[in-house]
């Protein structure tokens, strides 16, 4: 059963703002994604520092085993 809370609208909109709704990896507009920096079943909380916004395909690379999501909101891939 996922317990996971919805991330509170005022986080989606200033992280939608922060990154002027595109994704924050290669710059698309849509469909975007917000996606945690830091795994969600790790910190179980929802914060504008580890929230990032993402296009689905980044955000789906970003889950594979030798792409991560660096401190500075930024998708390294190797």
């Known amino acids: 059963m996922n317990s996971r809370p ?3 609208s005022k986080i ?3 992280i939608y703002t922060e990154c002027g709704h595109r994704c924050a ?3 698309k507009t849509y469909p975007l994604e ?3 920096i830091e795994p969600w079943s790790k ?5 504008v520092e580890n ?3 993402m296009c689905v395909d ?3 690379r970003s889950h594979k085993k030798n792409d991560k999501l660096g401190k500075k909101k930024t998708l ?3």
């Open 76 to 78: 390294q891939f190797y």
């Open 43 to 47: 910190i179980k909380k929802h914060t």
């Open 34 to 36: 917000l996606a945690h």
């Open 12 to 14: 989606e909109t200033e």
């Open 6 to 8: 919805p991330i509170p």
């Open 25 to 27: 990896v290669c710059g």
């Open 58 to 60: 980044c955000h789906s």
């Open 51 to 53: 929230i990032i916004c």
